[in-house]
């Protein structure tokens, strides 16, 4: 019986796009052969969508409370 494989990725911090892996999975792609493509199953979490008002928030806050010196 064959392997498979399963890859997950997840974005970081900052602003991300949904595709934020495409990159990634491409070159992937493109370092297996082609039957081993097909065994090949990936998983992107996007979850900045959720967080963003909030991660946008506590940097607007923390940057009003900032001091010099």
Same mark, same amino acid.
């Given at each position: 019986? !064959? $392997?498979?494989?399963?890859?997950?990725?997840?974005? &970081?911090? *900052?602003? @991300? $796009?949904?595709?934020?892996?495409? &990159?990634? $999975?491409?070159?992937?792609?493109? @370092?297996?052969?082609?039957?081993?493509?097909?065994?090949?199953?990936? $998983? *992107?979490? #996007? #979850? @900045?969508?959720?967080?963003?008002? #909030? @991660?946008?928030?506590?940097?607007?806050?923390? *940057?009003?409370? !900032?001091?010099?010196?």
């Amino acid at each position: 019986m !064959a $392997k498979k494989i399963g890859i997950i990725t997840i974005h &970081g911090m *900052g602003e @991300q $796009k949904p595709n934020f892996d495409d &990159g990634l $999975k491409k070159a992937l792609r493109r @370092q297996f052969r082609n039957g081993v493509n097909a065994d090949i199953a990936f $998983k *992107g979490i #996007y #979850y @900045q969508g959720f967080i963003q008002p #909030y @991660q946008t928030r506590v940097w607007n806050d923390m *940057g009003s409370r !900032a001091t010099v010196g």
